[in-house]
């Protein structure tokens, strides 16, 4: 099986509840097996800033899906979550980002890999630093990505919530 690590990232709607049924519906991807969540973090926004901040975190899972199928299955949990694309970087119910596919590089107009913004992002590296700081991508270590970004951007965001698996188990 290979090692895949997601985002998930939301601002509308019951974003605590957003989060806990995506990682619900994540854990019940065929041929998958769910290993461990982040901390969830609450983030400003990132590119368009007139709206609320979200709330995220990152899986680690491995899988036997190929990136599509797995791309596929990402966009139904954003699709049962009822996400609307309005614009670019806009207000969302869930966003499932694939960040990582093994060491598998791709880009073509479906699907980069490893994500293109993943290492400009606090929101998403410091999720990652919970599950994997030595994780290597495009040649750094998460933690060396995490450390390069700029003060500003670290400020804006916040642990609110150290465990989720257990409230999803527990049906909470």
């Known amino acids: 099986m290979i090692d895949v690590y997601l985002s998930l990232g939301t601002n509308v709607g019951e974003r605590l509840n957003n989060l806990k049924k995506a990682v619900s519906l994540i ?94 992002r606090a929101f998403v590296l410091l999720p990652l630093l919970d599950l994997a700081p030595n994780l290597k991508v495009r040649g750094k270590s998460i933690r060396e990505w995490y450390n390069q970004l700029d003060e500003k951007e670290k400020e804006n965001i916040k642990v609110i919530r150290e465990k989720i698996e257990e409230e999803i188990e527990e049906g909470i």
């Open 27 to 120: 854990r019940n991807f065929d041929k998958s097996k769910l290993i461990k969540v982040s901390r969830i973090y609450e983030t400003k926004p990132w590119g368009y800033l007139d709206q609320d901040d979200f709330l995220n975190l990152c899986i680690f899972m491995k899988t036997s899906l190929s990136p599509y199928e797995l791309l596929d299955r990402c966009q139904e949990v954003e699709k049962e979550l009822e996400r609307v694309k309005n614009f670019r970087w806009g207000p969302r119910t869930m966003d499932v980002d694939i960040l990582t596919y093994d060491e598998l590089t791709n880009d073509d107009e479906k699907l980069t890999i490893p994500h293109k913004h993943l290492q400009k």
